[in-house]
C-alpha cells in the first residue's frame, strides 16, 4: 500500500493558463474523491468518481474544471483559464465502495498558486 | 442535510495540559464520524473514527473521542498535549448512503511550550 500520491505537490500558473493536476489511488479502492482547500477553511467537495464513472459534481466545479477517471485507476483534475480565485489546496483521497465506515485516505494535496 | 460544527477556530494550550477540540454534528440519522489532522502543506491523515461499535474511539497519538448521542457531539480530547500536535484538525461527518465526507471549518491548535 503506497497511499495516495498526487503529482505536482506545487503549482504555480499565471492567470489564462490551463493546468492538470494527476492523482493515483490506493490500488485496490474504487472510488476516486477531488476537494478543494482554501486557506482557513475545510477541504470541500468537487466531484467522486466510482471506478470510471464519475457520479457527481458539486456546483463549485465550474465550466473550467474537468476531471477524469479513464480506466477507472489514476485521475486528473484540469482548470482552464485559470483565476485568481483558483487558488488552493487540491486533495485527492480514494475509498472502498461499500465500506464508508473506513473513511477516506487522501494524498498529500496539490497547492495551486496563481499569479 | 447533514454538517459539522466545530467550536473554536483557535485553541491554544500548554505543553502537558488538557486538549479539547469540539465537533457537533447534525444529522437525520446516526453518522460515520471521523477526525483528521492536518500539518502545514499536507494532506489530511486520519486520527480516529466512530462508526457505531464502540462511544468510546482511540485513535493516533494518544487521541479518543467520545460520541455522545444525546448532545450530537464527538469531542476530541488528549490528556497531555505535545509539541507535536500543533497542527489543523478537522471534524468529518459521512452518512451511509451519503457519499461525500463533509468537514467542519477546522480547529488550529497551538501548544505553548
Known amino acids: 500500500d503506497t497511499g495516495v500520491s498526487q503529482d505536482p505537490r506545487h503549482k504555480i500558473t499565471k492567470r489564462g493558463q490551463n493546468v492538470t493536476f494527476r492523482c493515483d489511488p490506493i490500488s485496490e479502492h474504487n472510488r476516486l474523491y477531488w476537494y478543494r482547500q482554501t486557506l482557513g477553511q475545510g477541504p470541500e467537495f468537487l466531484t467522486y468518481f466510482q471506478n470510471e464513472a464519475q457520479l457527481e459534481k458539486s456546483r463549485l466545479l465550474s465550466d473550467r474544471f474537468s476531471a477524469e477517471r479513464p480506466k477507472g485507476s489514476f485521475s486528473t483534475l484540469e482548470i482552464q483559464r485559470t483565476e485568481q480565485g483558483d487558488s488552493a489546496m487540491y486533495l485527492c483521497?480514494?475509498?472502498?465502495?461499500?465500506?464508508?465506515?473506513?473513511?477516506?485516505?487522501f494524498g498529500s494535496g496539490t497547492r495551486l498558486t496563481v499569479v | 442535510a447533514q454538517s459539522v460544527t466545530q467550536l473554536g477556530s483557535h485553541v491554544s494550550v500548554s505543553e502537558g495540559a488538557l486538549v479539547l477540540l469540539r465537533c457537533n454534528y447534525s444529522s437525520s440519522v446516526p453518522p460515520y464520524l471521523f477526525w483528521y489532522v492536518q500539518y502545514p502543506n499536507q494532506g489530511l491523515q486520519l486520527l480516529l473514527k466512530?462508526?457505531?461499535?464502540?462511544?468510546l474511539v482511540k485513535g493516533i497519538n494518544g487521541f479518543e473521542a467520545e460520541f455522545k448521542k444525546s448532545e450530537t457531539s464527538f469531542h476530541l480530547t488528549k490528556p497531555s498535549a505535545h509539541m507535536s500536535d500543533a497542527a489543523e484538525y478537522f471534524c468529518a461527518v459521512l452518512r451511509g448512503g451519503n457519499e461525500k465526507l463533509t468537514f467542519g471549518t477546522g480547529t488550529r491548535l497551538t501548544i505553548i511550550p
Open positions: 483521497a480514494s475509498s472502498i465502495d461499500g465500506q464508508p465506515n473506513y473513511g477516506y485516505t
Open positions: 466512530y462508526t457505531s461499535a464502540a462511544t
